[in-house]
């Protein structure tokens, strides 16, 4: 009999008992209470890198860098969190989006190049779920037609890539900028929202200086219309304790995403599920396990009354949503976007989580599918 961590319980007064987290926060926090610094390391190879309040104000503030206005073109990807479209919208430019790949759901660099056009002011791959985009690709078609990339890795910080030269890159260090978010949910999170980005132009970083703060180069000075989006100083405090154990986490989840592929591997699901695409040359880190499952809600709902939680990222592409419908896309425009909102399942990966209670997951996966067979 598997050992198991005490349950806690769901949101719902009549749902059934966790039998561990989706995220142990907790247990993470306490390797590292007893320490404090002072602000936030440098994470990535850039040059430059500026705290700010949040995720998406990072990708807000390095799309104002760009100087990205009315009647404007972004272009992203469909699949994703709402803030890398969103950012666009606000600042009344247009998202325009392309396919993701099914393997890798990132912006699908092989539909790139046919979305560009005159208007086009910056190109958004997302490094999601923990992936590298395909950015070489990216990157070339991107100096072909002389437009920055901004490279959206709030769910990827750690993570690596390597060119046709063999050479590794961290995200964050290959477009012109790159956004990252310090939420508690993220691979390096704080105790509430933080962000930060990155550069190796000395220019883009003494203008995203300014736009965090009021678009001020010395008190009362307002050289640009900016925005109040400082890094408050008790996350950067924790952020600096925390990254002292990124690797160490970072090794975790990939160790634990070994462990799932050989247990589903051993187990004979991997005809009933598709495990999550990591190509040589990209190095995951996984902030999310994703698996792809037909009768996916049933399976979640299988899983839930046997206690372990699950999240789905996530339920439906932007184009579908409300906010979304003034671009115009129809049902079908991007039908792998869609296909991997219908059937994407996040299963536990977090650093902490231990063999046997990956083992009971996969069992109960077993059960759901052998009902099934």
Not at 163 to 178: A, C, F, M, T
Request: hydrophobic content about 40%; some cysteine.
């Amino acid at each position: 009999m598997h050992s198991i961590t005490k349950p806690t319980k769901l949101a719902e007064h009549s749902a059934p008992l966790l039998l561990f987290p989706f995220l142990d926060l907790k247990a993470e926090y306490a390797l590292m209470k007893e320490e404090i610094r002072a602000a936030v390391d440098k994470v990535v190879g850039c040059r430059f890198a500026l705290g700010c309040a949040s995720g998406s104000d990072a990708l807000l503030l390095a799309l104002m860098a760009l100087g990205v206005g009315s009647g404007d073109e972004v272009i992203t990807s469909p699949f994703t969190f709402v803030a890398t479209a969103g950012s666009i919208s606000r600042l009344m430019a247009k998202p325009v989006f392309v396919d993701i790949d099914p393997e890798t759901y990132s912006l699908d660099a092989k539909q790139l190049e046919t979305a560009i056009t005159g208007r086009t002011k910056a190109i958004i791959p997302v490094h999601l779920f923990g992936l590298p985009a395909e950015m070489e690709t990216i990157t070339q078609i991107a100096r072909a037609h002389r437009v920055p990339v901004i490279e959206d890795a709030a769910q990827a910080i750690g993570a690596r890539c390597r060119d046709s030269r063999y050479q590794y890159k961290n995200v964050g260090d290959i477009g012109e900028l790159g956004c990252f978010s310090f939420f508690p949910s993220k691979n390096l999170g704080g105790a509430g929202d933080g962000g930060m980005i990155t550069t190796n132009n000395p220019d883009f970083a003494e203008r995203l200086a300014m736009l965090r703060d009021h678009g001020s180069r010395k008190k009362y000075q307002y050289d640009l219309l900016g925005m109040n989006s400082r890094l408050d100083s008790l996350q950067a405090a924790i952020l600096r304790v925390k990254i002292r154990y990124l690797d160490g986490f970072t090794n975790a989840r990939q160790r634990n995403a070994d462990r799932y592929r050989t247990l589903f591997e051993q187990a004979g699901l991997d005809k009933w599920i598709t495990l999550p695409g990591h190509p040589e040359g990209r190095q995951h880190v996984y902030n999310q396990f994703v698996i792809r499952a037909q009768e996916r809600d049933q399976l979640r709902d299988h899983l839930r009354a046997r206690g372990i939680p699950t999240e789905i990222y996530y339920p439906s592409p932007l184009h579908l949503q409300p906010a979304f419908a003034y671009l115009g896309y129809p049902q079908g425009a991007f039908p792998q976007a869609e296909d991997a909102s219908d059937h994407v399942l996040a299963l536990p990966v977090f650093p902490q989580m231990t063999e046997d209670q990956q083992k009971i997951v996969v069992d109960a996966i077993g059960d759901f599918f052998a009902s099934r067979a």
